[in-house]
């Protein structure tokens, strides 16, 4: 059985083939596209406009219902998080969708507040070092306009030129052993070690006063004048040679001092003590600790022996003080001192430095 569709009346009419066809009853058609043979249901959309004669019967397809689409209020100005979401009091138009409008960003404002802080700190941090510099500025203006209102202390009478021990172009009068050595007694510090003075010696040739790689060292570097002495210590058991190289310059002073400890250490020469007479022969032959110094273009230098020749410990503290009377108390703070200064102190004391070490008997005859 084939069913025809004709018209909303008659769609479930049958007929058969052998009859003939017969004309629908009624006024024609309406205008438009004609309805298909076969028609399917289909489900209305809401944005498609379903015409009166190609709409289904509403017995045979109920509509179906919609709900409401929801509807967004519009959001306030001046607040940068969305309105919540109202719901419609009424059903939208079939025709027409309803559209969520974006939300807005807050982002952007973010960035113009955390830029615009920083465009701040920036001109505060400039204001700033402006303002640093102006100050300083008149400061610097001011301390140079006003008078010093330190009180004069330069003595009455014209002291003699100081002399600059840095070079001996700027220090050019020899040493004597009247000088360093001006009585038979050293009396060092309080006035509680008295050193008695052996002999003394004032020799142009510093050869006379080291052995081996030392001399030829002392001579390379300029050297050209040695005075030196031997003395008995105050107890009596120790005796010391010490004395003062007259070396070119600091500079070469300070390269001598530097390299004396790796020759002593390597046995490459020695310091030479200086016999003075029955009993003292001790004090060039024997072990031996000594020390060292620079000021100047001068390097002090002192040989401590025992009387009986015995080998000397490393931490004796008696020999320890022999070398530090010796090097700092009288040739650097007494000797060099009173020359630097010509009668006013020109430039401060060195400390003493470190600068001791050992040396084995001598092997020369």
Same mark, same amino acid.
């Given at each position: 059985?084939?069913?025809?569709?004709?018209?909303?009346?008659?769609?479930?009419?049958?007929?058969?083939?052998?009859?003939?066809?017969?004309?629908?009853?009624?006024?024609?058609?309406?205008?438009?596209?004609?309805?298909?043979?076969?028609?399917?249901?289909?489900?209305?959309?809401?944005?498609? &406009?379903?015409?009166? @004669? /190609? !709409?289904?019967?509403?017995? *045979?397809?109920?509509?179906?219902?919609? #709900?409401?689409?929801? %509807?967004?209020?519009?959001?306030?100005?001046?607040?940068?998080?969305?309105?919540?979401?109202?719901?419609?009091?009424?059903?939208?138009?079939?025709?027409?969708?309803?559209?969520?409008?974006?939300?807005?960003?807050?982002?952007?404002?973010?960035?113009?507040?955390?830029v615009g802080g920083a465009a701040a700190l920036v001109l505060l941090a400039l204001c700033g070092l402006t303002a640093a510099t102006l100050l300083d500025g008149r400061t610097l203006i001011g301390q140079q306009a006003a008078p010093s209102a330190a009180p004069d202390t330069t003595r009455g009478t014209?002291?003699?030129?100081?002399?600059?021990?840095?070079?001996?172009?700027?220090?050019?009068?020899?040493?004597?052993?009247?000088?360093?050595?001006?009585?038979?007694?050293?009396?060092?510090?309080?006035?509680?070690?008295?050193?008695?003075? &052996?002999?003394?010696? @004032? /020799? !142009?040739?510093?050869?006379? *006063?080291?052995?081996?790689?030392?001399? #030829?060292?002392?001579? %390379?570097?300029?050297?050209?004048?040695?005075?030196?002495?031997?003395?008995?210590?105050?107890?009596?058991?120790?005796?010391?040679?010490?004395?003062?190289?007259?070396?070119?310059?600091?500079?070469?002073?300070?390269?001598?001092?530097?390299?004396?400890?790796?020759?002593?250490?390597?046995?490459?020469?020695?310091?030479?003590?200086?016999?003075?007479?029955?009993?003292?022969?001790?004090?060039?032959?024997?072990?031996?600790?000594?020390?060292?110094?620079?000021?100047?273009?001068?390097?002090?230098?002192?040989?401590?022996?025992?009387?009986?020749?015995?080998?000397?410990?490393?931490?004796?503290?008696?020999?320890?003080?022999?070398?530090?009377?010796?090097?700092?108390?009288?040739?650097?703070?007494?000797?060099?001192?009173?020359?630097?200064?010509?009668?006013?102190?020109?430039?401060?004391?060195?400390?003493?430095?470190?600068?001791?070490?050992?040396?084995?008997?001598?092997?020369?005859?």
């Amino acid at each position: 059985m084939v069913y025809r569709y004709d018209s909303a009346e008659d769609a479930h009419v049958p007929y058969r083939d052998d009859e003939p066809e017969a004309a629908s009853p009624g006024p024609p058609p309406p205008a438009g596209p004609s309805p298909s043979r076969f028609p399917t249901p289909s489900l209305a959309r809401p944005n498609q &406009l379903i015409l009166p @004669s /190609s !709409a289904p019967p509403r017995e *045979a397809f109920p509509a179906m219902q919609q #709900e409401p689409a929801p %509807r967004y209020d519009p959001v306030p100005p001046g607040f940068d998080e969305p309105a919540p979401v109202g719901v419609a009091e009424a059903p939208p138009d079939p025709g027409t969708t309803a559209v969520a409008p974006p939300p807005r960003r807050s982002g952007g404002r973010a960035w113009q507040v955390l830029v615009g802080g920083a465009a701040a700190l920036v001109l505060l941090a400039l204001c700033g070092l402006t303002a640093a510099t102006l100050l300083d500025g008149r400061t610097l203006i001011g301390q140079q306009a006003a008078p010093s209102a330190a009180p004069d202390t330069t003595r009455g009478t014209v002291p003699a030129e100081a002399s600059d021990l840095d070079s001996r172009d700027t220090d050019q009068a020899p040493l004597t052993a009247r000088e360093v050595f001006p009585a038979s007694t050293l009396t060092v510090g309080d006035g509680e070690n008295d050193y008695e003075v &052996l002999r003394t010696q @004032s /020799s !142009a040739s510093c050869a006379v *006063a080291a052995t081996g790689e030392v001399s #030829e060292l002392l001579v %390379r570097l300029g050297c050209n004048q040695v005075v030196r002495a031997t003395l008995r210590a105050p107890d009596g058991d120790h005796l010391v040679t010490t004395g003062l190289f007259n070396l070119t310059d600091r500079s070469s002073a300070e390269r001598a001092r530097d390299r004396i400890r790796q020759l002593l250490d390597e046995r490459q020469g020695r310091f030479r003590g200086m016999a003075a007479g029955d009993g003292t022969e001790v004090v060039a032959t024997a072990p031996a600790r000594v020390g060292w110094q620079v000021r100047g273009h001068y390097i002090a230098y002192a040989v401590v022996a025992r009387t009986d020749g015995a080998t000397i410990r490393s931490g004796d503290t008696g020999v320890r003080e022999i070398l530090f009377d010796m090097l700092e108390q009288h040739l650097n703070q007494g000797v060099l001192e009173r020359r630097a200064e010509g009668g006013t102190a020109s430039q401060p004391t060195e400390g003493p430095t470190d600068d001791t070490g050992s040396q084995d008997e001598s092997t020369e005859d």
